[in-house]
Nanobody, 122 residues
């Protein structure tokens, strides 16, 4: 059974930084595509970043240059470093996984964490 557990959310002022973590059990990051999504109140869920099993990454335009997705295969943990945060980054952030070495975009994810709330104040 795959379980993904996020941590590291919280409240920060605009311009600040936060780092999210996602610990996995039942799936190894070595052979999986991983991603971060977010959903703001009243809005649809959107993809933030993906990372292939080989470490190649893709970012949504709205976070490119500010956010960094990474993983530690030995710890089976996924990270999202968020810098220069803006109020519009306020959302529930979810990590997600799908089996397969390559992500090919933000579709088709099978496993989801419970979410971690990020609030950015102006």
């Amino acid at each position: 059974q795959v379980q993904l557990v996020e941590s590291g959310g919280g409240s920060v002022q605009a311009g600040g930084s936060l780092r999210l973590a996602c610990a996995a059990s039942g799936v190894t990051y070595v052979g999986a595509c991983m991603a971060w999504f977010r959903q703001a109140p009243g809005k649809e869920r959107q993809g933030v970043a993906t990372i292939n099993s080989d470490g190649a990454t893709i970012y949504a335009g709205s976070v490119k240059g500010r956010f960094t997705i990474s993983k530690d295969n030995a710890k089976n943990t996924l990270y999202l470093q968020m810098n220069s945060l803006k109020p519009e980054d306020t959302a529930m952030y979810y990590c997600a996984a799908k089996l397969g070495r390559y992500c090919y975009g933000f579709g088709g994810f099978d496993y989801w964490g419970q979410g971690s709330k990020v609030t950015v104040s102006s």
